[in-house]
């Protein structure tokens, strides 16, 4: 750390130490060394000195006093004493007290074992309790929520929890109740703590009190092992600890990441391990003979492929063979089925996202922003979803920050999000009006427009953002969150609007939000038409990659959409789905159905059933999380481990395996033995990915990831001290543990490589804005049509019906109802009440839902939810390549 | 009628019948300190505050022109009044809200102007219905009259007032707890730093908090001028002040008598005023200023009733409440039913005090009830020395409150005063005053 002038001297226990003003007791105390006992204090969140357990001396004029450490800043020549008879006595009181009401059901409760209580009554703590009355009892647990139970005997008020819930969530579902000594968390009559992110309060509660229902008595903490992996649930790519016991995954807890996650989880990523014992996992391999699927070797499985490609191959050419999918693979997985598909078989009829995405060089070719990026933002745009729904942990990120006014956030959506009430200005959206929108903004900023003038917006909105956002000039600490806000249309109305805002804010940087688990890796491993790996253009790369891997496809390929087509038109013959499910998933389902019946092969390669497995033909097993190893980017383009825990089940195989012995069976050799060799020949070719030594993206000690493209052999490693109380229930000692008392910091490291040197853009260019088609068609299809006179919003939630969720027993009860979220006054003058139930018709269907009035839908605009009903809302839709649906709404 | 002669200052209205409306008030000197005030600077003002040298009459003893000397200049700042009271034998502004109402209103108004603050709170505790009643008609009365408002009798200075009801929490009446729950928070008492409302205070804006007693001194000091004020009293301890006595004395109820100049046996003994122990007894002990004090003896009777020097001899006046003890009293029943008290009232956030208060309530329950152990005595009182380490005075705390340190007071006073009386309930197995 570079020395600054105004850094102040303090003693910690006789020691001189640097520190900034400003900065609290306890943190610098444990830069040098020193860990000072806690129990309310959690670096992540603001101070609130209640617990007492971190009372130190301090000096001062009028003598020394006993100050809360994680409370006082220190001040310049400020001695503390952190072992002093007076604090001794003070500590050995604070426990003594904390005893007193506790049950000490230790053997019988889950954080027995790793429970800060326990270990800091160990070594601070008396031997034993005077108390001889009896203690407060309370009836226990009682389930706050589906997946969190409350011991309230155990409870020792620390209010982190209730600060998780309040400052960090912004959900003040939990919040304590009563006085004194008869102070208990609580929810609110009748409300449970249905958060999104309940499962973090387990986490950090430093003892017992809060349980996550699919993990009490699941395991002793001494039983556990643990390795550090990532989730790979959505595209944020949080990190976490995959801790097993007897071979089984049994929790998830979050790693704090300066970068990522800050040790905070979504609770479909905690707990979404629990599909992996689901009854709908798949197996063995299969083939469907006469209707039935039948259960047949690998080898059997293999070549029956194999056969059924070549054959297509050879009849029709490599264009009749298509892969859909790819986001749930490993980078590693990605890159090796690129390969099958784009070497071997020679077709760059590759889709990772399911037409409800964003076009590829529009997510790799804009200057990217990093989560830290975003939240160091003074001003913040998010366009499309409601981030808490599609990017977790980011939501989480950036709330507090937007709450306590550092960040001035600009938002345009179809509905009210988690942030429309901290935005400076909330700008409704509807299909076909978002680059208008867009504009509009521009333009008034500009001056050259007024502001939303015959674009039936209010004014007022149009000026508060343009406040907010300040001039066009400067712009470099503007960040500009964007996603597909509606999952039936096409994107061009938005990649007008994204391209509006690149060109008018030159400076700022830019977050595409692509929900699906590794859609990065899978896009920068070129699972996309028209790239290669590495961030490269199949026109940019062809040479380049024909030199490296013998073949390259000789025209750019066919989107997941154009491939339904072409199979319902039997002209694809083979389809191969990669960790997808086109029946539910797709935003065109009618066309899905008929392309899967049509097409005259399906080679279903997944984990757990679904929807579309009714079509397949060949069934081709792979492994789980945690049972498979590789990499992950996330949608900074930061890439980190995904590590393996226990082993697979049944006979599933990683992806990777599966692509190699295929090609194997096609007559190829990927020349892959092992992992390694896949990630040795990425970090050789892949040009973005160049230089990142394999063995380093395998290092679960590199925490912050590695940010693409590297520019550096250098790496830091930068994980702090750990804090015991962070990092609560974490094992590993080395990296976590920090002793009690006092301890060996683990020396940030810098690891390189001298001989493995980065050659970017040596041979070819990445993916740049010049790639980015700007021939968009800018006359979005706006007419009404007939009676139909609402523009249809389909919204995307975190639980939806979707396999992973579905398959879990505690997700079920978090899918919400259908809503039919409507602006007051369409409401009124179509005699629509809220809570009334409401029919949708749109092309061929009708559904129903229950009427959620909202403000901020655009009066022109009516928004359903995807995929929470036995009601398909697509059916309301026509086909997905329009960019605006329109349908009506009765009672 | 008292010990020494003065005309009476904050209690001078309160015999008066229908002193609390604004009829009477007017007839009786009332809003003409507050015009007076008006024709003056605010900075005059607040320079005869200080020359007064008027102590805060809410417990802390702090004078009131060095606090609004601290207030941190900002274009919002704001006055809030603190009328919560519920320390238990405290109940002269209980009196003051319901007898005499709009005098709290004009010593707010006065106190505002010389601040510099344009928003004002009274926060009045709840469980005075009749007090909040009057304070509310009052505040009516007030600005009908044009004394609160928009430009008050045409001085150009405006203020409003608004009057918030406890809702039931002793805690509520430390200052920051108060200022939690007046901004629709938990009654939680801040943690320091920051160290003075007078910087950060209410919504984050500097505040200055005083007591109603406090405030309800500032229109005779405006008339009267800051020096008539000091010059009754002696030394820091200027001016008279209202005493709620309590306990076994003949004659329980609220006095004013002039500070230092009168002692405890003055107010305990004097015919006018406490009129001695009832049936003739004796003595035993007294609270000199509220439970959260530690007791006298017989020995301190004719200590003069000073700021200073009770907190030289190891208590202080706090909230102006005296209570008597004579000798057929348990000293043990009386301090665990204070701890009681506080074990029912701390607000929950200092493992020390949640838990000590409880755990020394108990305790002490048991002693009283014959089930006592040798050991317990000095268990009850380490158990208070981790509340107050030293269990000196003034206290040292491990919480962030000084409900937490207040806890030991009585405690501490009963086991160094009548440890005897410990040990015979103990080896007795009950209590021989029951
Ligand atoms: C536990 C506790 C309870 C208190 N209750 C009251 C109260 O009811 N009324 C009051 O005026 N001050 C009370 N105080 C003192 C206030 O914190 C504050 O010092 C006072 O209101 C300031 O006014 P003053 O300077 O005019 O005395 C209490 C303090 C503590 C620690
Ligand atoms: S439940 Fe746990 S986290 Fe919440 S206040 Fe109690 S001990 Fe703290
Ligand atoms: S936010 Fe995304 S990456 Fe993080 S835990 Fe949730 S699903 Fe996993
Ligand atoms: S000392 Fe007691 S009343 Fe004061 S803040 Fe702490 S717990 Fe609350
Ligand atoms: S008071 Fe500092 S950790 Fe709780």
């Known amino acids: 750390m570079p020395e600054s002038n105004d850094k102040i001297t303090v003693t910690v226990d006789g020691n001189e130490v640097r520190a900034d003003p400003g900065e609290l007791i306890i943190e610098v105390a444990e830069r040098a060394g020193v860990f000072v006992p806690r129990f309310c204090y959690h670096p992540r969140m603001k101070p609130v000195g209640m617990c007492r357990m971190c009372l130190v001396e301090v000096s001062s004029p009028r003598g020394p006093s006993l100050q809360p450490a994680c409370f006082v800043p220190v001040a310049d020549g400020m001695e503390i004493s952190t072992e002093s008879q007076s604090v001794q006595k003070a500590q050995n009181g604070v426990l003594e007290y904390l005893l007193l009401n506790h049950p000490l059901d230790c053997p019988v409760c889950d954080k027995g074992g790793e429970c800060p209580l326990q270990d800091q009554t160990l070594a601070y703590g008396p031997g034993e309790s005077r108390q001889v009355e009896e203690k407060r009892h309370f009836a226990k647990p009682i389930p706050i929520s589906t997946l969190v139970e409350l011991d309230r005997e155990r409870c020792i008020q620390c209010s982190r929890c209730t600060r998780f819930a309040n400052e960090i969530a912004g959900e003040a579902l939990i919040d304590f109740f009563g006085r004194g000594e008869d102070t208990e968390v609580a929810i609110f009559p009748g409300k449970p703590f249905d958060s999104y992110f309940a499962g973090n309060t387990v986490q950090i509660c430093p003892v017992g009190a809060l349980t996550a229902t699919p993990y009490r008595f699941k395991a002793r903490p001494w039983d556990l092992e643990q390795v550090e992996s990532t989730c790979t649930l959505c595209s944020v790519g949080c990190r976490i600890a995959v801790q097993s016991s007897a071979n089984e995954v049994v929790r998830h807890l979050g790693i704090d990441i300066e970068s990522v996650n800050h040790s905070w989880l979504c609770d479909k990523g905690r707990f979404g391990y629990l599909a992996m014992r689901s009854e709908t996992r798949i197996l063995e391999p299969s083939l469907r003979e006469n209707g039935e699927l039948v259960e047949v070797s690998w080898t059997d499985a293999l070549e029956k492929a194999a056969a059924l490609i070549s054959e297509a191959k050879l009849v029709h050419g490599p264009q009749a063979i298509g892969f859909i999918g790819g986001a749930r693979l490993t980078n590693e997985s990605a890159y090796a089925w690129t390969k099958v598909a784009k070497a071997v078989v020679a077709t760059d009829n590759t889709d990772a996202q399911l037409g409800d995405g964003m076009p590829a060089e529009l997510v790799l070719g804009l200057p990217r922003a990093t989560i830290s990026d975003a939240c160091k933002a003074k001003k913040l745009i998010v366009i499309g979803e409601d981030l808490k729904e599609v990017a977790p942990v980011l939501f989480l990120r950036l709330r507090p920050l937007i709450e306590e006014g550092k960040i001035d956030l600009v938002e345009f959506s179809t509905h009210e999000t988690s942030l429309s009430k901290l935005a400076k200005a909330s700008i409704p959206l509807v299909p076909g009006e978002i680059g208008t929108r867009v504009r509009a903004l521009i333009g008034f900023i500009k001056g050259t427009k007024d502001a939303g003038e015959g674009i039936g917006i209010d004014v007022q909105e149009i000026k508060n953002a343009s406040q907010a956002l300040g001039s066009l000039e400067d712009n470099s600490d503007l960040v500009v969150i964007f996603s597909n806000s509606s999952a039936i249309e096409n994107t061009q109305d938005l990649q007008a609007g994204i391209l509006a805002l690149e060109e008018s804010f030159k400076n700022a940087k830019f977050m595409p939000v692509l929900r699906r688990s590794n859609i990065f890796g899978a896009l920068d491993m070129g699972l996309s038409p028209n790239l290669l790996p590495g961030r490269v253009t199949l026109s940019g790369a062809k040479e380049y990659y024909k030199k490296q891997w013998g073949s390259v496809p000789e025209k750019s390929g066919m989107s997941a959409l154009e491939m339904l087509k072409a199979a319902s038109e039997s002209k694809l013959k083979v389809l191969v789905l990669l960790g997808c499910d086109p029946i539910s998933d797709f935003p065109d389902s009618k066309l899905a159905k008929d392309a899967l019946l049509k097409v005259d092969t ?290 | 009628m008292a010990v020494t002669s003065f005309d009476p200052i904050v209690s001078k209205r309160l015999r008066i019948p229908n002193s609390h409306t604004l009829e009477v008030y007017l007839s009786n000197d009332g809003y003409v300190g507050l015009k007076k005030a008006l024709s003056m600077n605010p900075e005059d003002v607040a320079s005869e505050v200080m020359t007064a040298s008027l102590l805060g009459r809410g417990g802390a003893g702090f004078p009131a022109g060095r606090k609004w000397a601290m207030l941190k200049n900002d274009l919002v700042k704001y006055l809030v009044i603190n009328g919560d009271e519920s320390e238990p034998a405290t109940f002269k502004d209980h009196e003051l809200v319901e007898k005499d109402p709009h005098q709290i209103i004009e010593g707010t108004i006065i106190a505002a102007y010389a601040l510099g603050v344009t928003q004002a709170f009274i926060f009045c505790r709840g469980e005075f219905a009749l007090g909040f009643e009057r304070l509310q008609s009052a505040l009516n009365e007030a600005y009908e009259y044009g004394a609160l408002g928009r430009d008050i009798f045409g001085s150009g200075f405006s203020l409003d007032m608004v009057i918030h009801p406890g809702a039931g929490a002793y805690i509520c009446g430390e200052e920051t707890a108060l200022l939690e729950s007046l901004e629709g928070k938990r009654g939680y008492p801040r943690i320091k730093p920051p160290f003075f409302p007078a910087v950060i205070g209410l919504y984050g804006k500097p505040t200055v908090v005083n007591n109603m007693e406090t405030v309800s001194n500032l229109p005779w000091i405006v008339i009267n001028g800051g020096a008539a004020f000091a010059a009754l009293g002696e030394g820091s301890s200027a001016g008279t002040r209202l005493f709620a006595l309590s306990g076994h004395v003949n004659r329980p109820g609220w006095y004013e008598i002039e500070m230092a100049k009168t002692t405890f046996r003055d107010l305990i003994e004097h015919p006018d005023l406490g009129g001695g122990i009832r049936m003739g007894r004796s003595l035993k002990a007294f609270i000199p200023g509220g439970v959260s004090a530690p007791w006298f003896g017989p020995n301190e009777m004719d200590m003069p009733l000073s700021q200073d020097a009770v907190a030289q001899a190891g208590s202080m006046l706090g909230s102006g409440s005296v209570v008597v003890m004579d000798e057929t009293t348990c000293p043990v029943r009386a301090a665990w039913r204070i701890t009681k008290f506080f074990s029912r009232e701390s607000c929950g956030q200092c493992t020390p005090c949640r838990e000590g208060s409880g755990w020394i309530e108990r305790t002490m329950r048991r002693i009283e009830l014959g089930a006592g152990r040798m050991e317990d005595i000095d268990l009850v009182l380490d158990a208070c020395d981790n509340i107050s380490p030293g269990l000196s005075w003034p206290p040292k705390q491990t919480t962030i409150c000084v409900l937490g340190p207040s806890i030991p007071s009585s405690v501490n006073s009963a086991i160094t005063m009548f440890r005897d009386d410990f040990v015979a309930h103990i080896k007795d197995g009950k209590c021989n005053y029951a």
């Open chain 1, 602 to 891: 399906v080679i279903f390669v997944d984990s757990l059933a679904n929807s579309s497995l009714d079509y397949a033909d060949i069934v081709l097993p792979a492994s789980m999380d945690s049972e498979r190893e590789g990499s992950f980017t996330n949608l900074e383009g930061r890439i980190s481990r995904i590590s393996k825990k226990v082993s697979a089940l049944g006979s599933s195989w990683p992806d990777w395996a599966i692509a190699s012995e295929l090609a194997d069976a096609l007559g190829e050799d990927l020349g892959f033995g092992s992992l390694d060799d896949i990630a040795k020949e990425i970090a050789r070719l892949a040009p973005a990915y160049q230089g990142l030594r394999s063995t380093l993206s395998l290092r679960s000690e590199v925490d912050e990831g590695i940010l693409l493209p590297v520019t550096s052999t250098k790496v830091e490693i930068k994980r702090k001290q750990g804090d015991p109380m962070v990092h609560l229930g974490l094992i590993s000692v080395e990296h976590q543990g920090a002793p009690l008392k006092s301890g060996a910091s683990n020396e940030p490291g810098v690891y390189s490589d001298e001989k493995q040197k980065p050659e970017i853009g040596s041979t070819v260019s990445l993916i740049s804005k010049s790639d980015i088609k700007s021939d968009i068609n800018l006359e979005p299809e706006t007419e009404a049509s007939g009676a139909k006179s609402l523009r249809l919003v389909v919204t995307r939630r975190l639980f939806d019906r979707g396999t992973q969720i579905y398959n879990s027993p505690f997700f079920r009860e978090l899918i919400s109802e259908q809503e039919v979220r409507i602006h007051p006054e369409t409401a009124s003058s179509l005699g629509i009440d809220n809570g009334g139930k409401v029919s949708i018709s749109g092309e061929s269907k009708k559904v129903s839902g229950l009427v959620v009035l909202d403000n901020r839908v655009d009066q022109s605009g009516v928004v359903l939810t995807w995929n929470v009903s036995e009601e398909d809302v697509r059916l309301l839709a026509s086909d997905s390549e329009k960019s605006a649906h329109w349908v009506e709404v009765e009672n």
